[in-house]
């Protein structure tokens, strides 16, 4: 109802504005008529479909506080963890692949046409086999859709028959071949399985997979006579896969036979050379090499040359070389007017921000360049430019300041659609949160929190761990039960090591009831302890457990006494006692000394008493206790003797 008012308050102010345009049209014919001017009138805008819903998109903006638009907008399905995030998303995606899958294995029962004209997506992909009627049209329309299996096999098919096939059609099968790898693509709909899979090809980002002997190669000997595209394909093909040492044989067979090359062939090599030579001055005179045949021929070099160039130089031990190859590089392509890409500053910034080499600011000088400029993809490497310069800013730097200006730039425009797959822009918020949690005092931190955090980003156990340091060191404990919610929330009840932190906090750090802000925060505490308490009892039998220790269990146990929670107490202390045997390590005296005065508070001797027994079994100094006890109550002649046999007389003197 919203939007369709909307729209007819668009169609209506069109409308108004197009009669009003008419009137003035009129005025000024009349005008001009009589003045003897010439009218011009604007050439027409084209508007494309969606232009309008840019419109109000533009009028809106981006609300941080609402999940992203592939979760379902319930309270009960909006994940709110990492895990559930990448599992929702995929979900999703296989319910996509099921609906495919029964379309595909029950292609009568959609028969029917949706549309018309017909929309090919709804339709299902043709079947082939030995019997049916193929051709080269057939077979060029495979090739356009990108359907690398079936366009083999309606190839190898064909060649059964004798059917004959062009050599432009050999041609644009073996540049499809070679994109691929001869494997069947992923559907460009399946985009959280496509960031997934690309997560973890990176890892093996420099191992050869080019199949040897495959149809490529036996596509690129038929063909008669071999063109400057023939040679190309298998080239860059090649050089894709990591086939590098074939690659370059090849490519120096192209020169040989006088083939001109184009551009991106030659890129195709640079981007290669650290894998044919060893060292960097080998690498680096192979570039002068290949730069040096570009010129001979002609070859105009593009932004891929000098990103390829760049990239091989990311690979220098040598890092002064590679700092002063990088600046020549710059320098020469700058006379070229090749303007450079975020792709190009990640290769600087990888260059000159290393791990052990002396510290650069020269994204400083990168950030005066591109401040407030909008970005597209150039390159396939621009996509890893934001979350490297939000690494050097922590890592490298550590500068909040140019953190912030990092961040700006990707919010400004459609920047943002360069911060890469969810990948990406999860380690980009890590570096984030982590800096400004070291850098910003903590209330200052908690709005940067509010606005990303869960819908934007959740953090992962080591930034929970920083924001708790940051807690503790500045004394914001009011943080404290509000943090543990969000970590039950966000699925880090696992980490021993941020349990013990957020004990340690809530002990260290005594509440100061006379502080309106921090009244309640004792009960609030206990009620922690108390939930941290059975988490882990909840854990135990399972493959990945928590265990007690001494220490967190003693922790606990101070947390319920000073919360005024006497009957929990007494729980943990008796689930202490019975187990002491399987909890390493002891609490602390203070902790029993508080848990003694608890049972003071409540008239409970009895339990005193047992926890004297404690103490005196595990070697702790119990006539303090003793004393404690003893000046506490007005014990009966069962308690006393009791005392005497574990401590002696000793607790009566002064």
Partial sequence: MFLSRRFQFINKLTKNRYINSISNVSMQKTDATANNEEIEVPNRIH??????LYALASTVGR?????????HDDPFLIPVSNMSKRTYAMAQESGRKAAKWIREQHRELFLHQEAQPAIEEFVPKMVFNEESVINNTTLNDLILRSQVTDAVFVYNIMKEKNIEITTELKQSLLELICFYNNVEPLPEEFIEERW???????RDRSRKTWKDGDLAEQIFNEIEPKTTST????????AKYYQVERAYAMFEQALEKQIDLDTTTFNAILGVTNFLKETADQRWELCRQVLQQMATLQIKPNLGTMNSLLECLTT??????????ALQVLAEFKLLNIRPSLGTYYYILTIFCRDRSPVSHVIVDILNEIQDKE??????????????????CRNHLHDKSIARKVDALLHTGNNYNLIGDSFKESVYYRHYFALLCQTEPVEEFMQTYDKLVPNIYIPEPGVMEELL?????????????????????????????????????????????SIPIQEQLPQQFAKVALDIYNKI???????????????????ILTLTVRGDDFESASQIFTNIDKNQHRIPGTPSETSLLEFVNSCITHKSPSQAIVCLQYTVENNMNAVAMAKQIHNGFTLNEVHLSKIKSLVGDSYLSD
């Fill in 47 to 52: 508007r494309s479909s969606t232009d309008i």
């Fill in 63 to 71: 609300d941080p506080t609402a999940p992203h638009y592939k979760y």
């Fill in 196 to 202: 997934f899979k690309q997560n973890n090809e990176t």
């Fill in 231 to 238: 040679y190309a394909a298998i080239i860059r093909g090649m």
């Fill in 316 to 325: 220098f031990g040598n890092y002064k070389f590679a700092r002063s190859c």
């Fill in 375 to 392: 970005f597209s993809i150039e390159h396939h490497k621009d996509t890893y430019f934001f979350v490297t310069a939000m690494d050097v």
């Fill in 469 to 513: 340091k940051a807690v503790e060191l500045n004394a914001a404990i009011e943080l404290v039960p509000r943090l543990w919610s969000d970590m039950i929330i966000f699925d880090h009840l696992g980490r021993e090591s941020l349990i013990n932190r957020i004990l340690n906090i809530m002990v260290s750090n005594k509440p100061d009831i």
């Fill in 537 to 555: 009892q909840e854990t135990q039998g399972r493959a990945k457990k928590i265990s007690f220790t001494g220490q967190m269990i003693g922790d």
